[in-house]
Structure formats: C-alpha cells, structure tokens
C-alpha cells in the first residue's frame, strides 16, 4: 500500500524572499527601538506643536498635516535624517574624525533650548537603553569618538551601524517612528480622535518616503530649513504659560 503523509508533519519550503536570520534580527531591533514604547520619553515633547496649536496654527486634521508636512521636507526632519545618514556611514567605516565633526554640528542644529533639551535627552536615553539590553563590543569606541553630547539622529545612527543595521531601512524607521510621536501630541492637543489621526499618518506616507530618500542622497552641505513658523514655535513654547510637554 502507498503510504501517506500527515499533512502536519511536511516542513513547508521558506517563503521566496524570506528574511535570514541576521536580517530578521536586525528588523526585530530595529522595530523595538523605534517603537513607541522604546523608553526614550519621545511623548513628553511636542517640538513645539503645543504652541502652534494654541497660537490657532494647528486646529485640525488638515492643518497638523500640513504643518508635519513642512517639518519633514524643510525643516527638522530632512536635517535630522541627512545626520543620520552621514553618522551611520561613518561609524560603518570607522571615520572618528568625521564622527566627531558630524556629531558636534549636530548639536549645534537646533533653533531653541527646549529642542536642544528634546533631541539630547532622547539621545542620552537611546543610548543608555541600548547599552544594557542590546550592547556591542564596538559601540563605545564609536561613542568616545564623538566626544561629546549625542543627539537622537546620531545616537539612533551610532546604534544601527553597530548593529550592521541597513542604512535606508534605518532612515525611513527613523522618520516613521519621529512623524509617529509627532501626530501623538497633535492628537492629544487638537485633540484628534484615532482615526483621524491614522489618516494624517497615511497622508504623510509619500512626504516620509520621500524626504527619507532625499536624506540619504543628501551631503552636509545641503542641510538647512525654512520653517521659521516651526521654530518660532520652539521658542515660544518656552515661555508659554500652561504646558503639557516639555518642547
């Protein structure tokens, strides 16, 4: 008699494309440090939308799209991936020099103390949490070698090199999970409702794809923005009078 086969006991054949190990490895990280639960007190700063929302800049869906929108491609965000990039080529090749220079120029780019405060104190903490759960043999030579404060573009850069992370897998991560935390403090300012909020994260998906894309090809020459509104944001936020977040 032929014999049969328990359908149960037939290992299937890996999926066309499947992810190997070390780069299943590497998404699971890259996931988990760029999550909103990743502990680097992203949802206690507003780069500077709480102003913008009580000055009436901000009222609605439509408005806090527009705003982010600005943000990603001539402000903040198209600077803080541009370091990003340059960071993570570095360190993959050991540049100290550059490393230095890039990180320094980086802490320099900001318009306001509190965003100075913001983007330090996320670096600072995704460092440290990195050391003690996801630590490398070649991640504090790469930290001594910037010499100083570690904003959060070049801290989350510093790591994914160390890591062998993919740099564009890590750019457009980055501007997820950054645009993420953005729409969370306009939706508890507006307020917004979820789904309303999941609409404006839908609608900013080709503004991340693409100012991601721009970042990676850009040099440092390149940087700059023009969202004075923005950072007239941030410095007002200062001296505002009734605040939830901290920029």
Not at 206 to 219: E, H, N
Not at 237 to 246: A, D, K, M, S
Request: hydrophobic content about 45%.
């Amino acid at each position: 008699m032929p014999m049969t086969t328990n359908s149960l006991d037939v290992v299937p054949l890996a999926e066309p494309g499947a992810l190997s190990a070390d780069e299943g490895a590497a998404l699971y990280r890259l996931m988990t440090w760029l999550s909103p639960a990743f502990p680097v007190g992203a949802f206690s700063y507003s780069s500077g939308i709480e102003w913008a929302v009580e000055a009436g800049d901000i009222v609605d869906a439509a408005t806090l799209r527009d705003w982010l929108s600005s943000m990603l491609t001539d402000g903040s965000g198209f600077c803080d991936g541009v370091f990003l990039a340059h960071v993570h080529r570095a360190a993959s090749v050991g540049d100290v020099a550059a490393l230095r220079d890039i990180a320094e120029l980086a802490a320099a780019f900001v318009p306001s103390k509190e965003r100075q405060l913001e983007t330090s104190s996320q670096g600072k903490a995704f460092i440290e949490i990195a050391r003690s759960a996801w630590n490398h043999n070649g991640l504090e030579r790469l930290i001594a070698a910037c010499e100083g404060a570690l904003v959060y573009p070049v801290a989350v850069g510093l790591v994914s090199a160390a890591h062998r992370i993919p740099l564009s897998a890590t750019m457009h991560g980055f501007f997820h999970a950054v645009t993420s935390n953005w729409i969370s403090a306009g939706a508890r300012l507006v307020p917004l409702g979820q789904t309303d909020s999941q609409r404006v994260l839908a609608a900013l998906e080709p503004v991340v794809v693409a100012t991601g894309t721009r970042a990676l090809r850009a040099s440092l020459d390149e940087l700059g923005g023009a969202t004075f509104r923005a950072d007239i944001a941030s410095l007002r936020h200062e001296t505002q009078y009734t605040r939830l977040f901290r920029s």
